[in-house]
């Protein structure tokens, strides 16, 4: 039974560029979450995905998108990045919003 | 707003000896806690859960967790540590279908 994966594993990007990073579930789960862990810091929650649409959003702006696609895959895409993305990128599923969310390795995304 | 709050942000201990990680919660309804692993360029590992059943939780890895509402705490507690515990440990509350996250607590374990 495949756990969640997330590719790539790592991105190295400069200012100002776009980023996309994926995301499949967990096998049986129909909702994805993003969470950004910036270094020495617990993760925070980006937004979540249900039925391909963004059910929550944490405070994040816009330059943050999402998307998920019929499979319960999910994209999280950052625009006009900023030094300050630079993050471990986490993604995380779950059956519908019930209590465990299981969580990817995680897109280690640099950003110079 | 819920929230929680993990006290030490790094704990050493002996191999062997007891292991003590702290969580606060703040929560205006029951709240359901979380504790998770992370090792080093690693993702998150569920260590247990408290979801209003029973007090005193029991997760994988010989870990545990007693929540205590007069205290609103959900401390983390394993009897003896072991080299392979050396990890960074998170408390989470689940917060409208998602984690609050705390800052984190590294546990070394000396030989």
């Known amino acids: 039974d495949a756990g969640v994966t997330q590719s790539p594993t790592h991105l190295i990007k400069t200012r100002g560029q776009q980023v996309t990073l994926r995301c499949s579930p967990k096998s049986g789960h129909d909702t994805v979450s993003w969470y950004q862990q910036a270094l020495g810091q617990g993760p925070q929650f980006i937004f979540q995905?249900?039925?391909?649409?963004?059910?929550q959003r944490g405070n994040f702006p816009d330059r943050f998108s999402g998307h998920q696609f019929p499979n319960y895959s999910s994209e999280l895409n950052v625009n006009a990045l900023l030094l300050g993305d630079s993050a471990l990128y986490l993604c995380a599923s779950s059956l519908h919003d019930l209590y465990e969310q299981y969580f990817g390795p995680g897109t280690r995304l640099t950003v110079t | 707003a819920q929230s929680v709050t993990q006290l030490g942000s790094h704990v050493s201990v002996s191999e062997g000896a007891l292991v003590l990680l702290r969580c606060n919660y703040s929560?205006?309804?029951?709240?359901?806690l979380f504790w998770y692993v992370q090792y080093p360029n690693q993702g998150l590992q569920l260590l247990l859960k408290y979801t209003s059943a029973a007090t005193l939780v029991k997760g994988i890895n010989g870990f545990e967790a007693e929540f205590k509402k007069s205290e609103t705490s959900f401390h983390l507690t394993k009897p003896s540590a072991h080299m392979s515990d050396a990890a960074e440990y998170f408390c989470?509350?689940?917060?409208?279908?998602?984690?609050?996250f705390g800052k984190g607590t590294k546990l070394s374990v000396k030989p």
């Open positions: 995905y249900y039925e391909e649409e963004e059910r």
């Open positions: 929560s205006s309804v029951p709240p359901y």
């Open positions: 989470a509350v689940r917060s409208q279908g998602n984690l609050i």
